[in-house]
């Protein structure tokens, strides 16, 4: 049994040496900013007081926020863990517990805040298929726009040790495994892991650990939203703005989106996503090989296996020593190995 059972990710907090630099990005990926005490936040359309916050300063990652049930979830987290329920002192209000993992990222879970509206979505046009035409003496006719967040889905963060890190989240939030990255034969690489909500579907992936070579850090926060229309729409007004593409679009193998990744003016990794899937805690986890991991069912290859971008350094060197360690337990027990 976990501390608590955490309902969905909140948000995303960065530093950057520009403020301004980074409201201007934020307005073309299709979020909605405000600045309040020095700080800058973006929300999207879901009524959240925000799901992004710059600070200024150096460029970094700082922390992961994490949408607890209740203040008594953040009661129950703070006791375990020797920590006190403060204030949020951000938009939005509501109360926080401050935690470090296991690779010093910052762990902000947060209950209370106050929530808006939820603001309507651009419609989902009817769309005739070989199969039925619903659009019948109509055409379609989309006024170009940044694509429309709706919400934050998940973040991917690079740590040392996955099994650690695994262990540190699933304890204190209830995370399930939906699928588990191999490197080799039971050589973990990362898993994708999604809040359980019992019955109540959940995205296929809030979390996902993935342990790589090179410097710590997050590797990409994604963003809901409305629709395949506005995500395409988003993707022609970044090209238009200038904006540093970084992969897609395309569809992904695991969780099914459709993604369009791009840089911000840091170099951090923001990811527009749609149509993704969604599980229940009833749906049992699955193992993957690592070719899974960055393959495409149609569109865009990752610019890796493009050409148009260099390995991160130490990764072949660091696939090659963990499939050589599998190779080494095979050859000390092959009965246990092959099982």
């Not at 710059?54 to 009661?75: N, Q, Y």
């Not at 840091?266 to 993957?288: C, S, Y």
Request: glycine share 10%; proline share 8%.
């Amino acid at each position: 049994m976990s501390v608590i059972r955490i309902e969905d990710i909140a948000h995303v907090r960065y530093r950057a040496p520009d403020l301004a630099a980074m409201r201007g990005f934020l307005d073309d990926f299709g979020m909605i900013c405000l600045e309040q005490d020095g700080l800058l936040y973006a929300r999207g359309s879901d009524g959240r007081p925000f799901l992004h916050v710059t600070e200024p300063g150096e460029t970094a990652f700082l922390a992961l926020g994490l949408r607890a049930g209740s203040v008594a979830d953040l009661e129950a987290l703070a006791a375990h863990d020797g920590l006190t329920v403060e204030e949020l002192g951000a938009p939005g209000g509501g109360k926080v517990v401050h935690l470090t993992d296991p690779d010093g990222y910052g762990v902000e879970v947060v209950a209370g805040q106050a929530n808006e509206a939820a603001a309507p979505l651009p419609p989902d046009q009817p769309c005739n298929t070989a199969a039925a035409s619903p659009r019948f003496r109509a055409s379609i006719r989309l006024d170009p726009a940044p694509a429309h967040v709706r919400r934050i889905g998940h973040a991917v963060l690079k740590v040392r040790d996955f099994r650690t890190s695994e262990r540190w989240y699933k304890e204190r939030f209830g995370f399930l495994t939906s699928d588990e990255v191999e490197a080799a034969k039971d050589v973990p690489l990362g898993a994708f892991m999604r809040c359980d909500r019992g019955d109540k579907p959940a995205d296929h992936h809030t979390l996902f650990l993935a342990q790589l070579p090179g410097r710590l850090g997050i590797l990409h926060a994604a963003f809901e939203v409305a629709n395949l229309d506005d995500l395409m729409l988003g993707h022609q007004h970044l090209r238009g703005a200038k904006r540093e593409a970084a992969w897609g679009v395309g569809r992904h193998i695991l969780g099914s989106q459709v993604f369009d990744y791009w840089k911000d003016p840091f170099g951090n990794e923001l990811e527009h996503w749609t149509d993704g899937d969604l599980f229940t805690a009833a749906d049992p986890p699955n193992k993957q090989p690592m070719s899974a991991l960055l393959a495409v069912q149609w569109g865009a290859p990752h610019p890796m296996f493009a050409g148009k971008r260099p390995p991160p350094p130490g990764l072949i060197s660091f696939v090659a020593a963990l499939q050589l360690r599998t190779k080494r337990l095979f050859r000390r027990n092959p009965k246990e190995s092959a099982a």
